[in-house]
């Protein structure tokens, strides 16, 4: 559900009753329902939240949407919409929690995020920078990736979190290179793109201008394309960044790798600012998330538009479906071989 006090119980109440969710999907809410209930009214969703204490509950109940609460909501319940507390980050990071456990567990099949607030996950002594540092360290899993997908572009970052001033420092041939590799592998595991052709993007503008203008391109970022090519990866690159992105949605590379956060989000959202997605490349589950914030300015208003949730779902459904498909190609290939 993400932050009680933000639009993530409305945007789930809106996205759950969209007719394209219950044909790919049986959905179970991590939060509290009475959040959820509020959210609903503010955005005329007609739609029923019951509260349940587990996945087995949740599919021997018959209500519109069962509702698995961790516990520690019940402070979160009653808060005003836009006004973050400790309470808030407490919640989001149980509803999170006790997602992540399921699905490792195996008890359901992907997880799709609302929007969590990070001011508030520290008030509650949280030291998380986001969403996909938890999972990742909720999951173990050293080698990750944040992709922000839609239809016609999908972004890679090789660096995520971190002021621009430092991107040069951390920039490393060994991190762009596992960045590359889990694009493709997961490409083709989680989305059914075979031979994906990945575009690696420069740094400086123009690509460095054979030195002009920079030298990472030819010192740090060349040797990781060289590498993944040497292991049988379509990469390209270093492509200028001003154009990349551009050729990219036409449908010349399935995928772009981007050195530093905005400079991969701001051509993303220009395409895909309603319906773009967030998924974690790299994790032992699949996870999906909107690709936007809390949006305090309207929280509470049910005006936030649902369509990159309803998109997460959707996403995280089909990326399931493909990991299975996945799994039991690999499963039978190995037992006729045995």
């Not at 394209?20 to 049986?26: A, G, M």
């Not at 599919?59 to 919409?81: C, E, F, K, M, T």
């Not at 049988?232 to 551009?246: E, R």
């Amino acid at each position: 559900m993400g932050d009680p006090v933000g639009i993530g119980p409305e945007i789930v109440a809106k996205a759950l009753c969209e007719p394209c969710v219950s044909r790919l999907c049986r959905p179970i809410v991590y939060g509290n329902a009475v959040r959820l209930i509020k959210g609903a009214r503010c955005a005329g969703a007609k739609i029923d939240f019951v509260a349940v204490p587990s996945v087995n509950e949740a599919r021997r109940s018959h209500a519109d949407v069962a509702v698995i609460d961790p516990g520690r909501s019940n402070d979160a319940a009653g808060l005003d919409w836009a006004r973050p507390t400790a309470a808030c980050g407490l919640a989001m990071f149980a509803y999170l929690n006790a997602a992540i456990d399921d699905a490792m567990a195996g008890k359901v099949d992907a997880i799709a995020t609302g929007p969590i607030n990070k001011a508030a996950l520290h008030m509650a002594g949280i030291a998380y920078a986001g969403h996909t540092e938890i999972l990742a360290h909720r999951t173990q899993t050293r080698n990750y990736a944040m992709m922000l997908a839609g239809d016609r572009l999908k972004v890679v970052l090789a660096t995520i979190h971190v002021p621009l001033a430092r991107v040069p420092e951390i920039l490393a041939t060994s991190t762009i290179l596992k960045v590359i590799e889990l694009t493709g592998h997961d490409l083709k595991t989680r989305f059914g793109i075979s031979d994906a052709r990945i575009a690696v993007a420069g740094l400086n503008p123009h690509a460095g201008e054979n030195g002009l203008f920079g030298d990472e391109e030819e010192k740090i970022i060349r040797p990781a394309i060289d590498q993944a090519i040497s292991r049988g990866i379509d990469a390209s690159g270093p492509h200028p960044p001003d154009t990349v992105f551009f050729s990219a949605s036409r449908g010349a590379y399935d995928a772009v790798i981007a050195m530093y956060h905005d400079q991969g989000l701001g051509p993303f959202k220009m395409i895909h600012f309603n319906d773009g997605v967030n998924t974690t490349l790299g994790l032992p589950i699949v996870r999906t998330s909107v690709d936007h914030g809390t949006a305090y300015d309207i929280a509470g208003t049910g005006r936030a538009s649902a369509e990159s949730m309803v998109a997460a779902i959707a996403m995280a459904a089909k990326q399931a479906e493909w990991l299975r498909r996945h799994r039991s190609y690999i499963a039978e290939s190995n037992s006729l071989r045995s």
